[in-house]
């Protein structure tokens, strides 16, 4: 079974900063995809980013963009300029690639942006 | 685009009766949805996987017969709690999979807080 590991249980950031969230992944399948999702305190979750594990370059969504390194079996989530409506729990996923995919959630992190 | 919404948003019930919550994907069609259960600051825990026009797919130790999974068409996709227990009060939230291109991506709904009384 694949296993997601986010290791910061939380994170504390100050407004205006950029911030790292950290996720590594274990898996022997050479074709995969990873997610972002934030999860506000609403209870919904808010899918950020996607990078596949063929891709080049590390993908980018406005303020977010992911650290993609391969090798190490990393895919960190980037924040920059972070505003305060950004404290949330920020969940990693792994998910094989292929049609409707089952995907496989780390622990999470809960990120509190500071004013 | 890619929104999912899910009905209720909460609900009461008393031990013993069962829920039905609704999952709709509104702008896309899907021929799979997913349903997650989440304790209070946990991770997500998959418990099905929900195919259009086909038995569902059960994970490991959820128990099929009291979480009745029913997918009658391409944008809903239904979770019935069968007599409900106080321990069944969780929040339960479904995605659904949208295929763009050679990724599939899920979009979740709002989900749907349960309290068994």
């Known amino acids: 079974a694949q296993k997601i590991t986010q290791t910061q249980p939380g994170m504390f950031v100050q407004e205006k900063e950029a911030v790292t969230l950290d996720c590594t992944y274990d898996?022997?399948?050479?074709?995969?995809?990873l997610f972002w999702y934030k999860q506000p305190s609403s209870g919904e979750m808010i899918f950020l980013i996607y990078q596949g594990s063929y891709d080049q370059q590390n993908a980018t969504e406005g303020r977010y963009s992911l650290n993609f390194q391969k090798a190490r079996k990393s895919a960190n989530l980037v924040i920059s300029a972070s505003q305060l409506g950004d404290s949330a729990m920020y969940f990693c996923?792994?998910?094989?690639?292929?049609?409707?995919?089952?995907?496989?959630f780390g622990s999470g992190t809960q990120l509190t942006v500071l004013p | 685009g890619a929104v999912v919404s899910q009905h209720p948003s909460w609900v009461i019930c008393k031990s013993g009766t069962s829920v039905k919550i609704e999952c709709r994907s509104l702008?896309?069609?899907?021929?799979?949805m997913f349903w997650y259960r989440q304790f209070p600051k946990q991770s997500l825990m998959l418990m099905a996987t929900?195919?259009?026009?086909?038995?569902?797919?059960?994970e490991q130790g959820v128990e099929k017969d009291k979480f009745l999974i029913n997918h009658a068409s391409l944008t809903l996709s239904t979770l019935t709690v069968t007599s409900a227990h106080p321990e069944d009060s969780s929040f339960y939230i479904c995605s659904a999979s949208r295929t763009s291109g050679s990724t599939d991506t899920q979009y979740f709904g709002p989900g749907t807080r349960l309290t068994v009384l």
């Open positions: 898996t022997s399948d050479p074709s995969y995809g």
């Open positions: 996923a792994w998910g094989k690639r292929g049609s409707a995919r089952q995907l496989t």
């Open positions: 929900s195919n259009e026009g086909s038995k569902a797919t059960y």
């Open positions: 702008d896309f069609q899907a021929t799979t």
